[in-house]
């Protein structure tokens, strides 16, 4: 156990929706990191948020946004849903922002219909 | 960040040591080497890292040459348990934690 939580561990949408997926980071880790894994694209960087504010940013969708709150943990919205969104969806956290040593949740696999 | 190589695939029998070569021969020398793996679908799952030095936890062995151009990682008795994909990543310390997975060794235990 990561100590990093995920919820929810499975989501089955249809097309066009909209989906929220929530991570706590371990307790005292500053740093929050989502990732997507997809058969076909393997593990991807989305989004790096540290102590409330965007601190790096990869290939991410504009149609997908993230936030982290006051309270350290943090939301990824996804919109619009498309098939190829289907995949498992990560997040990891570390004590700081330059935490290459990070702790990664269970997941969330998201199925699009 | 430089590119590493790895074998997409490794056997290694239980209870036997297990060693997992990594390339990294475009490497500079802030440049640190971390390796991950990920067990069936599970969230990734740190291991161990090192820059010149030889480095050693509960986990695992790290080896990294002299002219660091490639490492190895060593679980030196492995389980069934350690069946895996394991990840090797070359990072520029402090410079962002955005890790770039490639395709990792695919380490498959068998008793």
């Known amino acids: 156990d990561s100590g990093v939580t995920q919820t929810p561990k499975h989501l089955i949408t249809a097309t066009g929706q909209r989906v929220t997926l929530r991570c706590s980071p371990r307790s005292g880790d500053l740093s929050v990191y989502w990732y997507q894994q997809s058969l076909d694209q393997g593990l991807q960087f989305l989004i790096q948020y540290y102590n409330g504010e965007e601190r790096a940013k990869g290939n991410i969708l504009e149609r997908f946004s993230a936030q982290q709150f006051p309270d350290l943990h943090s939301e990824l919205n996804l919109s619009s849903l498309e098939l190829g969104d289907s995949a498992l969806y990560f997040c990891?956290?570390?004590?700081?922002?330059?935490?290459?040593?990070?702790?990664f949740g269970p997941g969330t696999r998201l199925t699009v219909t | 960040d430089a590119k590493t190589t790895q074998p997409p695939s490794m056997d290694c029998a239980e209870g036997r040591a297990a060693n997992l070569p990594c390339n990294h021969s475009?490497?500079?020398?802030?440049?640190?080497v971390y390796w991950y793996r990920q067990i069936h679908s599970q969230g990734p799952q740190y291991i161990i890292h090192?820059?010149?030095n030889n480095e050693t936890n509960e986990m695992a062995s790290l080896i990294i040459t002299e002219d660091r151009k490639s490492s190895t990682l060593i679980l030196p008795h492995a389980t069934l348990r350690d069946t895996a994909v394991y990840y090797c990543i070359a990072l520029i310390y402090n410079q962002g934690g955005k890790l770039i997975f490639g395709q990792g060794t695919e380490l498959s235990v068998k008793p």
């Open positions: 475009t490497i500079s020398g802030n440049e640190y």
């Open positions: 090192g820059l010149k």
């Open positions: 990891a956290s570390s004590v700081d922002q330059s935490g290459y040593e990070q702790y």
